[in-house]
């Protein structure tokens, strides 16, 4: 494979799953006992933003406790000889610690705090962030996270990344989440596509070469890396 080719990854929560973070959501629909209405919609943060913030505090001590696992590894290592995109759906920082270089967070960054008055203002998150935290114009800071009810910033770029690639894989989604979902129709007619997951959801009329491969992350990302390399 030519340095030239452009492969584009697209994961999900069972991408870091397997690195020991819970999923998004339970089965019952509650994310670590909270309603996602609780502590994940903008409404939710004026109500009651000590609540919102002191949960996303726990979420980023968790994430702080847990390693990159192969399937990050894997796809950074793929960079050695590929032009590897990351789009993720995740918060989380794996795949940097993992070494890989372009990544594109659509619903944001646990590790970062931003202004509630410009989204473009935007600060690492160094301490549990406070009720009482403001920004040099005194406006509260939030998570920087995007949250259900808010747009996706950074959907039309990821959109561009898509229908510029040359492979595509996906990786650890049920494919359900609007609208990064969407992106799925967004690759060109010819370009093959993988899809990863151990229960990988229906992609209903696909328009391009698909290949469904039943494993987790870490079993076959790597397997999927090796695969490419040969091409």
């Known amino acids: 494979m030519m340095k030239k080719n452009k492969i584009v990854v697209l994961t999900g929560a069972g991408m870091s799953a ?47 406790q847990v390693v990159p696992n192969q399937g990050h590894l894997a796809l950074a290592q793929l960079e050695d000889m590929a032009e590897v995109i990351i789009i993720t759906q995740n918060v989380d920082d794996l795949h940097e610690r993992a070494g890989s270089t372009q990544v594109l967070h659509l619903h944001g960054e646990l590790l970062k705090v931003r202004s509630s008055n410009n989204r473009h203002e935007i600060y690492p998150w160094t301490s549990d ?35 510029a690639a040359d492979y595509v894989a996906v990786i650890g989604t049920s494919l359900q989440v609007y609208p990064a979902a969407g992106l799925l129709y967004e690759v ?3 370009t093959p596509v993988w899809y990863i997951d151990p229960k990988p959801a229906a992609v209903p009329k696909a328009h391009f070469p698909l290949e469904v491969w039943q494993k987790t992350a870490t079993v ?10 040969k091409f």
């Open 18 to 64: 397997e690195s020991g973070l819970k999923t998004f959501r339970d089965a019952d629909g509650l994310w670590e006992g909270h309603s996602i209405y609780d502590v994940a919609t903008p409404e939710a943060w004026q109500r009651n933003p000590q609540l919102v913030n002191d949960f996303y505090n726990q979420r980023r001590q968790q994430l702080l």
């Open 129 to 163: 962030l406070s009720a009482t935290d403001v920004d040099q114009e005194g406006f509260p800071l939030r998570p920087h996270i995007v949250w259900f009810g808010e747009e996706v910033p950074a959907l039309q770029a990821a959109a561009k990344l898509v229908q």
């Open 188 to 190: 060109r007619a010819a």
């Open 220 to 229: 076959g990302v790597p397997e999927w890396v090796e695969m490419v390399r």
